[in-house]
């Protein structure tokens, strides 16, 4: 069943704004990761954070993970047009189980 | 990095008849593939679990006779849907994973229409 729920589900923004997508979860997990999809495509795997770190960048990217609230976020800085696109958290659990994914926040940057 | 390959990017097939998906770990060995399904503007559906040598495990209400996965070597797994209904029209993804710092590394997907 799903347990990663993203919100919000739609996020409208202008380029150079920083956006901000949350993820909550319910069980104990491994570690949670972030997956990025353009319409009508794979997923792009962004960052994974493990259950023993708060925070950690990539680039643009930060994520943070609050074991103790069950919730991450991601923080997309300076966007960008072409960072429109659905964004997924995703819980692995701590005996190896499958991820599970919420259902994405369709972020949208206008030029 | 790791890269998955998944084949056909979309297909059109008519009622009744059978499509098979490929998905392929090109640069390492995957024991363990998933298969997702994904509808419009929605999240993505474990479908099922494709072991290695091994059956696959099904998620709960997905019918297995429908959805027949094999896994014949560590770095193929197929999905096919049989006797194809347009309810079956669906965006189909699997994933694979390398390293677990790697993450899971998706397939581009599958887009299945049933006419």
């Known amino acids: 069943s799903q347990q990663g729920e993203e919100d919000p589900q739609a996020l409208s923004i202008q380029e150079g704004e920083n956006a901000t997508m949350n993820c909550s979860y319910k069980?104990?997990?491994?570690?949670l990761q972030w997956y990025r999809q353009n319409s009508g495509r794979g997923l792009v795997h962004l960052i994974l954070i493990r259950s023993n770190e708060r925070e950690k960048h990539s680039g643009r990217l930060r994520v943070t993970l609050d074991t103790s609230k069950k919730s991450s976020s991601l923080l997309i800085t300076a966007s960008r047009a072409a960072d429109t696109a659905s964004y997924f958290c995703a819980t692995g659990g701590i005996y190896g189980q499958n991820f599970v994914f919420g259902p994405g926040t369709r972020l949208s940057v206008l030029p | 990095g790791a890269v998955v390959s998944q084949h056909p990017s979309r297909v059109i097939c008519k009622s009744g008849t059978s499509v098979k998906i490929e998905c392929r770990s090109l640069?390492?060995?995957?024991?363990?593939m998933f298969w997702y399904r994904q509808f419009p503007k929605k999240s993505l559906m474990l479908m099922a679990t494709?072991?290695?040598?091994?059956?696959?495990?099904?998620e709960q209400g997905v019918e297995k006779d429908k959805f027949l996965i094999n896994h014949a070597s560590l770095t193929l797994s197929t999905l096919t849907v049989t006797s194809a209904h347009p309810e079956d029209s669906s965006f189909y993804i699997c994933s694979a994973r390398d390293r677990v710092e790697y993450g899971y590394t998706f397939g581009s997907g599958t887009r299945l229409t049933v006419v």
């Open positions: 640069d390492f060995q995957a024991t363990t």
């Open positions: 494709s072991n290695e040598g091994s059956k696959a495990t099904y």
């Open positions: 069980t104990s997990i491994n570690n």
